[in-house]
């Protein structure tokens, strides 16, 4: 079983920033891509930013260069920084992960959200 865990979700005026946090626990051998999802109600979940491995990063054109994804493999956590907030940014935001259980077990695992509001 492997367990994501969010926090720092709040309450922040436009402008702002804030600094989403995700850790991974449990009995796993590895973990590959991680991502940052957000979802806003009534409308479909969409790929915020994703990580490799190694380092490598993506951003969605909605965010890119108000937002920051980094991770950390030895404490086994990815990080969202988000900066310039909007209200459109508003949303729930979940951390997820691909997980190697083996050499032919790989799953998708998520964490339970953090909601991010954005409002004066």
């Known amino acids: 079983q492997v367990h994501l865990v969010e926090s720092g979700g709040g309450l922040v005026q436009p402008g702002g920033s804030l600094r989403l946090s995700c850790a991974a626990s449990g009995n796993f051998r590895s973990i590959g891509n991680m991502y940052w999802f957000r979802q806003a109600p009534g409308l479909r979940r969409e790929l915020v930013a994703s990580i490799t491995s190694s380092g490598g990063t993506n951003v969605g054109d909605s965010v890119k260069g108000r937002f920051t994804i980094s991770r950390d493999n030895a404490k086994k956590t990815v990080d969202l920084q988000m900066n310039s907030l909007k209200p459109k940014d508003t949303a729930v935001y979940y951390c997820?992960?691909?997980?190697?259980?083996?050499?032919?077990?790989?799953?998708?695992?998520w964490g339970q959200g953090a909601q991010v509001t954005i409002s004066s």
């Open positions: 997820a992960a691909d997980v190697v259980l083996s050499t032919l077990a790989t799953y998708t695992s």
